[in-house]
């Protein structure tokens, strides 16, 4: 089964703090994602990453930076919370293989910024 | 037109019956679809993946996929109180979009025992 993986369920930090978010997967996957989830706005895409040490900005990345040093890690880094950044946070991991494939998701983190 | 589009629900079932959840995209191009299954306070958790027209069946559940009308369903047979979620359906949001993809916001359905 894949299995992914992050630092934390829950996480309070005040505004202004630098906040990392570790994300870690074991299926060798090329592949891996930052969203947000927040009520009525669904899932949004932040970052992603095809390969090591690559990342393309995804929907809103005003905010955030990521860190891929290694295949199965890939961090997201709130550079200075602030409020509005109190969301969900959802990793996921996909292999390459043709088009598109099945993503798997990690079991959140709850950031609230206070 | 949004790329990926559900009715936000809820649908609400009686046990035993079937549920009914569709979706539509944008893009005539797509080619992989897929339906997640949240529960409150969970991340989704993939259920269904459908790449050809016509039906998937796996156990309880079946996908349906039509192409040239640009939507996608899932049935859910023997509906359960345990199967009282929030459904994601998931379409990568161009062609050339490698390995993105775009979700919808979701159909909460309540199973009423």
């Known amino acids: 089964d894949v299995k992914v993986t992050q630092s934390s369920r829950y996480l309070v930090k005040r505004t202004g703090e630098k906040v990392f978010l570790e994300c870690v997967q074991d299926m060798d996957h090329e592949n891996m994602f930052w969203y947000r989830q927040d009520p009525g706005l669904g899932l949004r895409l932040i970052y992603f990453s095809y390969d090591v040490k690559m990342k393309e900005k995804g929907d809103i990345p005003e905010g955030y930076s990521v860190s891929r040093e290694k295949k199965e890690r890939f961090s997201l880094i709130l550079e200075s919370a602030s409020t509005n950044q109190t969301s969900m946070y959802l990793c996921a991991s996909s292999p390459t293989s043709g088009g598109a494939n099945e993503q798997y998701f990690g079991p959140g983190t709850r950031l609230t910024v206070t | 037109q949004k790329e990926v589009e559900q009715n936000s629900g809820p649908l609400s079932v009686p046990e035993g019956a079937i549920a009914s959840l569709n979706c539509t995209y944008s893009?005539?191009?797509?080619?992989?679809f897929f339906w997640y299954r949240q529960y409150s306070g969970k991340s989704p958790e993939l259920i269904m993946s459908i790449y050809s027209n016509g039906d998937k069946e796996d156990g309880r559940f079946t996908a349906q996929l039509n192409k040239a009308s640009q939507y996608v369903s899932l049935l859910i047979r023997d509906s359960q109180p345990s199967d009282s979620a929030t459904y994601l359906c998931a379409v990568p949001p161009r062609a050339g979009a490698g390995n993105m993809l775009t979700f919808g916001g979701g159909t909460r359905l309540m199973v009423k025992p």
């Open positions: 893009d005539r191009g797509s080619q992989s």
